[in-house]
Each structure stands twice: as structure tokens, then as C-alpha cells.
């Protein structure tokens, strides 16, 4: 399978511009959905949550959409900054379960 | 800060010896989780508790083990280590168990020599 940090998907923008970041979930099942920003040494920062009866959520300079019908996520960051650099992943949590499943991550890349 | 506090944050040892990680959770919460990030498995769930009691289990290998005390921290416990077994360990809390934010701790790098 793909590896995480040495073949990451990169997302390059420049400050000030919009970025969004993409994720396809696997599990028709999942029900609650979770977007996480890991810096270099540090563990995953809890961003922004979404469960499956909502298509839309915003936060302070990000919101989160669903689409269930194509088991798609994505965050959009406003206004990048270069302070948002970092492995962004997407998470889900099946329904009746406790546990959380991990996307691949992509890296965001903001350039002054 | 997230609240999670891990220690210790870099533990170097040889193969064939035995580690214990330390995870004090978030004040509060009730479960912890225990996940293994590698750069070619990318971040794996490995156990969880929630209030002292096994909740759910992962990918994690019977040389592994994990408990949770009444104070409600946790410690993962790696034994027989070998080369493949170096990754960051992470910790995570919640208040309760599903359908809700889990709040990570900044991890323990484990390197095996």
C-alpha cells in the first residue's frame, strides 16, 4: 500500500490562498469523521469533527464537508498561513465502534 | 497542549529487551488508546480502555500489552523488541468511547539498535 510520509500526497500553496485538502473514506458505515494536523515531533492536533447527518460544519478558518453518496471528505483552510504547513488525515469512526481508522495524510505545503 | 502527557519522549534499547510507555490522559477522560505510527504503515490503532477495562483491540502483537490503573493512566508495555518495532507510540484520550474527538498526546519515539 502507499506509505505515509515518504510517498505523501503534497498539497503546495502560497499564503493567503485558499487550500483544500481531500479524503476518500472506505466504509459506508462510518457515521462520525475527524480532520487532524500533525507538525514535525508532534502527536496529531484534533482540528475539526463531522458526523454522518451533517454535509457541512464550520470552524475558525476551516470547514468540513461530506458527501456520503461518494464516501468523500474534505477540509478547506481560509486564508493559508504559513503556520498551517503540516500532515493533515482524515479519520472515521464506524458506527457502534470505538476505534478510528486513519487516512493516509497528505502534506500541506505553505510557502510565504 | 493537548492535556495527553506521554513519557518518555525518546527511549533507545536493543532488541530482545522490554520497554514500558507511560500515558496520563486528558483530566476527565475515561478512555486511552494506544497507536503505532510507522512511515510505511502510517498511523495504526493498537488497544484501547476505557475505565480500567479492555475496550477494543487492533493490530496490536501478543508481544504487546497494555493496561489502564484506577488513576486512569495507561502504560503500553513492548517486550522481546525487535528492529521492525521501532515507530512513535501515541497515546490518545476521550471522554467517553465512539463518535467522539480523541485528543493525542505528542508520542514516544522508540528507537531499537
Known amino acids: 500500500g502507499e506509505s505515509v510520509g515518504l510517498h505523501l500526497p503534497t498539497l503546495s500553496v502560497q499564503e493567503g490562498d485558499n487550500s483544500i485538502i481531500n479524503c476518500a473514506y472506505s466504509?459506508?458505515?462510518?457515521?462520525?469523521f475527524i480532520w487532524y494536523k500533525q507538525e514535525s515531533g508532534k502527536g496529531p492536533q484534533f482540528i475539526i469533527d463531522?458526523?454522518?447527518?451533517?454535509d457541512k460544519r464550520q470552524g475558525q478558518r476551516v470547514t468540513v464537508l461530506l458527501n456520503k453518496t461518494v464516501k468523500h471528505l474534505s477540509l478547506q483552510i481560509a486564508a493559508t498561513q504559513p503556520g498551517d504547513s503540516a500532515v493533515y488525515f482524515c479519520?472515521?469512526?464506524?458506527?457502534?465502534?470505538?476505534?478510528?481508522?486513519f487516512g493516509k495524510g497528505t502534506m500541506l505545503l505553505v510557502s510565504p | 497542549d493537548s492535556g495527553v502527557t506521554q513519557t518518555p519522549k525518546h527511549l533507545i534499547t536493543a532488541t530482545g529487551q522490554r520497554v514500558t510507555l507511560r500515558c496520563s490522559p486528558r483530566?476527565?477522560?475515561?478512555?486511552v488508546y494506544w497507536y503505532q505510527q510507522s512511515l510505511d504503515q502510517g498511523l495504526q490503532f493498537l488497544i484501547q480502555?476505557?475505565?480500567?477495562?479492555?475496550?477494543a483491540k487492533g493490530n496490536i502483537l501478543e508481544r504487546f500489552s497494555a493496561q489502564q490503573f484506577p488513576d486512569l493512566h495507561s502504560e503500553l508495555n513492548l517486550s522481546s523488541l525487535e528492529l521492525g518495532d521501532s515507530a512513535l507510540y501515541f497515546c490518545?484520550?476521550?471522554?467517553?468511547?465512539?463518535?467522539?474527538?480523541?485528543?493525542f498526546g505528542d508520542g514516544t519515539r522508540l528507537s531499537i539498535l
Open positions: 490518545a484520550s476521550s471522554i467517553g468511547t465512539d463518535n467522539q474527538p480523541q485528543h
Open positions: 466504509n459506508s458505515a462510518s457515521d462520525y
Open positions: 463531522i458526523r454522518s447527518n451533517m
Open positions: 479519520a472515521e469512526n464506524i458506527e457502534g465502534y470505538s476505534t478510528l481508522t
Open positions: 483530566s476527565g477522560d475515561l478512555s
Open positions: 480502555y476505557y475505565n480500567g477495562e479492555e475496550r
